[in-house]
């Protein structure tokens, strides 16, 4: 029977189609490139990869301009694949997958650590260069146009830090990417950095000591602040180095440590409040504001970390699949230190939250666009469109179809932070194909498809780029 574990299998192949067939009626703004990324590869040889986050990386390319849309597909070359494939068989760590290793060979990994640059989470703009991104800070440059694989960003700065957020922010106003990076050691520390709009140098902006550094994988920022959520799944440094695991399974969930909020002022790196809040787990910040003496801190969460165990590929291809949703959060932190107060602010659960990034990021908002589970027991089978403040939902949902992350698009003639439309690959495994969907965001109605020839395997972000003048 096709279903959805369809997204859990490889795709090899790479194409190139000038005109997707397209149903229904494109917006004639709707002019750029939505390009989206995801793991697309889980086997070398006959080694496979253990967790949905360990696949080689895919770019896929949407097109759009004049009623049409041009597809087209490419892994992205990383040292990691590449080795993969020349060796046959599994060669650089993973997120949760480690090559096996002779004792040499680890201990040589230890002094010579080469992180991966599989760059399989997201995609961004850093400077002119359009970049894949993971957790390891080492973007990988790609040509938007072929998305050929051109090399990886040379920072112009002696930041050095092994782990870092593949969910960079980018500051409204300013235009400067704001980042984190975690540093392992004796000492181990937190760093926030700053990309300033034309520069490939990140500029320190705060620093942090921490003894166990804790699993992020994406960070809050309002004007002033930057808040790092340390959910209590923790690390000893020197497991990292000692204990031969794959990165995270030498994490320990302590939930007695609870969830240690730390907001850091950006202006002059000061960390102006710490507070902690009951322990809970989670992947995707929201969105974060301020409002008189208290930061409001809006995150996806779940009750632990036993999600992460969730999506390791054997168990998203059994019998029992995760629902892959969580809760919207919201975290009231008061920048005097006091209680946190945490409230669910709807019913209906999600994953890979998106806003509209324009007009929302850092500042009150009301709506939040996320994948949601329907139908229990059959994986993200929906897209949700939540109402922040009264909780309410709006739903889009095509029975035996799987969408994927939903990307809000402004119109650019639009009156309202509802104008526009959201782009989501959907999975229709009983087709073998997926398409892309084009709903307006405001009735949640949809506009427009277009059939893709091959099934995608299931991803995680992808970005919205305006057309250039020029290309
Ligand atoms: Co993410």
């Known amino acids: 029977m096709p279903d959805y574990r369809l997204g859990f299998e490889s795709l ?23 390009i989206r990324n995801g793991p697309a590869q889980f086997e070398v040889g006959d080694q496979a990869y253990n967790h949905w986050f360990d696949g080689h990386a895919m770019l896929h390319a949407f097109r759009m301009g004049g009623g049409t849309v041009e597809y087209r597909n490419r892994f992205l070359q990383s040292q990691s694949r590449q080795e993969a494939l020349d060796a046959g068989e599994i060669v650089r760590s993973e997120f949760a997958t480690d090559p096996c290793m002779s004792i040499f060979g680890r201990a040589m990994s230890v002094f010579n650590p080469q992180p991966t640059d599989n760059a399989s989470i997201n995609v961004a703009r850093i400077d002119d260069a359009y970049v894949a991104l993971t957790a390891t800070p080492i973007p990988v440059v790609f040509d938007p146009a072929t998305l050929e694989t051109a090399g990886v960003v040379d920072y112009d700065d002696d930041v050095d830090a092994p782990m870092s957020t593949a969910h960079p922010l980018v500051e409204p106003g300013t235009g400067r990417t704001v980042t984190y990076l975690t540093e392992f050691g004796r000492q181990s520390k937190y760093h926030i950095a700053g990309i300033e709009s034309g520069s490939r140098s990140r500029e320190v902006l705060a620093t942090l000591d921490v003894d166990r550094p804790r699993y ?45 909020f730390r907001i850091l002022r950006k202006e002059d790196g000061e960390e102006v409040a710490t507070c902690t809040a009951e322990a809970a787990f989670g992947f995707h910040h929201v969105n974060a ?23 390791y590929l054997d168990r998203l291809r ?142 995680f972000h992808g970005q919205f780029f305006e057309e250039e003048s020029g290309r």
């Open 12 to 34: 090899r192949h790479e194409r190139h189609v000038p005109d997707l067939p397209v149903h229904g009626d494109l917006p004639d703004w709707l002019t750029g490139t939505l």
């Open 216 to 260: 992020m994988h994406s960070f809050g920022m309002t004007e002033r602040y930057v808040i790092l959520a340390e959910w209590p799944l923790v690390v000893d440094p020197l497991d990292l180095l000692l204990r031969g695991k794959p990165f995270i399974e030498n994490f320990e969930w302590e939930p007695q440590l609870g969830t240690r």
């Open 289 to 311: 504001f301020e409002r008189g003496e208290e930061v409001v801190c809006d995150v996806v969460t779940y009750p632990d970390a036993s999600i992460i165990d969730d999506l």
């Open 318 to 459: 059994s019998d029992d699949p995760t629902p892959g949703t969580g809760h919207l959060r919201r975290y009231r932190l008061s920048l005097n230190g006091g209680p946190v107060s945490s409230t669910v602010q709807s019913e209906e659960q999600l994953e890979l939250p998106r806003i509209h990034e324009e007009a929302a990021r850092a500042r009150p908002y009301r709506h939040v666009y996320g994948v949601g589970e329907e139908t229990p027991g059959s994986f993200t089978d929906g897209l949700v469109k939540i109402d922040v403040e009264t909780g309410g939902a709006t739903t889009w949902r095509e029975p035996g179809t799987y969408p994927g992350e939903p990307v809000f698009v402004p119109d650019p003639e639009g009156k309202s932070a509802e104008d526009g439309v959201v782009l989501s690959v959907v999975l229709d495994p009983s087709a073998n194909q997926s398409f892309l969907l084009v709903l307006d965001a405001g009735s949640f109605n949809e506009r427009a498809r277009a059939d893709v020839p091959h099934a995608i395997p299931f991803g």
